[in-house]
């Protein structure tokens, strides 16, 4: 019974912090200080595949990835100095649109370490329903 109590109870938190997660609503997204702390204890042990938020500042528009799904590509300076590369899958949802250097992009989506502070990606819904939608915001929408 000891043995089964720990895994029961992980699950639990962790289908309890999804369901928080998924249900709230679009406009409470913020940069948090657990965000920010999340993604660079994340850069610093190389961790990668996990959900995470925030936002940043764009710093470098990159020319869009053209090789099998298209993806927008631009880097956000984040709050705590690490830049992060958005790769924004275009054939699943809209392209942001006029975005320039200097703009906020809030963004939920898959962290992937690399040494260059990392990757977001799956910033959009899933067709097939098996991932956690994604999302970026910018200008006062929502792109899934």
Same mark, same amino acid.
């Given at each position: 019974m000891k043995k089964l109590l720990i895994p029961i109870l992980t699950l639990f938190?962790?289908?309890?912090?999804?369901?928080?997660?998924?249900?709230?609503?679009?406009? &409470?997204?913020?940069? +948090?200080?657990? @965000?920010?702390?999340?993604?660079? #204890?994340?850069? =610093?042990?190389?961790? &990668?595949?996990?959900? +995470?938020?925030? @936002?940043?500042?764009?710093?470098? #528009?990159?020319? =869009?990835?053209?090789?099998?799904?298209?993806?927008q590509r631009f880097i956000l300076k984040l709050e705590y100095g690490k830049n992060l590369l958005i790769s924004h899958n275009i054939d699943l949802a809209p392209r942001l649109s006029n975005l320039k250097k200097g703009d906020a992009v809030a963004f939920n989506g898959v962290y992937e370490w690399n040494s260059k502070g990392g990757v977001i990606h799956w910033t959009h819904h899933d067709p097939n329903g098996r991932h956690i939608p994604g999302w970026l915001k910018y200008n006062g929408k929502t792109y899934q």
């Open positions: 938190i962790a289908v309890y912090i999804g369901w928080s997660q998924l249900n709230r609503p679009n406009d &409470s997204v913020g940069f +948090t200080d657990q @965000n920010n702390t999340a993604l660079s #204890i994340a850069f =610093d042990e190389r961790k &990668s595949g996990f959900q +995470t938020e925030g @936002n940043g500042i764009v710093i470098r #528009i990159l020319p =869009d990835d053209n090789d099998g799904s298209r993806h």
